[in-house]
C-alpha cells in the first residue's frame, strides 16, 4: 500500500478545522501516526513554564474533543490499510503522540553490543536491554538526522527507478 495512497485518504477524511495545515503522516509496517499542528494559545501570562501548561492544556481538550470522530476514522483506516493508527497533536514546541504502539524487534546482538546495553542499564539510564537499544536507536536518530534523511531520500529514488522498470 502506497504511503502517497495513506496520506491521501486521510486529508479526504479528516475533518476540516482540526489542525492548523497539513498533519505530518508518518507511516510503517505497522503503524499510521497522524500528528497534527494546533493553534498556538495566546495571552499566556506567566513564564516558559505557563506557555508549557497552556499547551498541554490545549493539546489535552482537542485530544477530548475529537475522540469519537478519531476513534471512528482510525477504525476505518484500521479496516482499510491493516495498520493501526495513532494521533498525536502539536503546540509550538510540544508534541504529544496518543496511544501508539510499542512493537517487540527481534535482533542478535554479540557480546560488545550486549555489554554496551548492560552498561546502560546498570548506570540507570536504560531500565532494561530493551529500553537501552530503544534509547540507543533515539541517539542515532537524533545525531545523525541528516544522514537519515539522505538515506531516506536515497531509498526514495531507488523505489521510483524501480517503479519505471521492465518489470511492472
Given at each position: ?31 499510521i ?95 532494561s ?16 538526522a ?23
Open positions: 500500500m502506497a504511503n502517497d495512497e495513506i496520506k491521501g485518504w486521510l486529508a479526504g477524511r479528516l475533518p476540516q478545522g482540526w489542525y492548523t495545515g497539513t498533519p505530518d503522516v508518518r507511516v510503517d509496517e505497522d503503524e501516526w497522524v500528528v497534527g499542528s494546533l493553534p498556538d494559545v495566546q495571552g499566556t501570562e506567566g513564564g516558559p513554564e505557563a506557555l508549557a501548561a497552556a499547551r498541554q492544556g490545549r493539546i489535552k481538550q482537542h485530544r477530548e474533543e475529537t475522540r469519537e470522530q478519531r476513534m471512528k476514522i482510525a477504525e476505518e483506516a484500521q479496516q482499510r490499510f491493516r495498520r493501526h493508527l495513532a494521533w498525536g497533536a502539536k503546540v509550538g514546541d510540544q508534541t504529544e503522540i496518543f496511544t501508539h504502539m510499542a512493537v517487540p524487534v527481534m535482533t542478535r546482538l554479540r557480546l560488545p553490543e550486549r555489554e554496551l546495553l548492560d552498561t546502560l542499564v546498570r548506570a540507570g539510564v536504560a531500565r536491554r530493551s529500553h537501552a537499544l530503544a534509547w540507543c536507536v533515539r541517539l542515532v536518530a537524533k545525531n545523525e541528516q544522514w537519515v534523511t539522505e538515506l531516506k531520500e536515497a531509498i526514495s529514488k531507488v523505489g521510483q527507478v524501480r517503479s519505471q522498470g521492465p518489470l511492472n
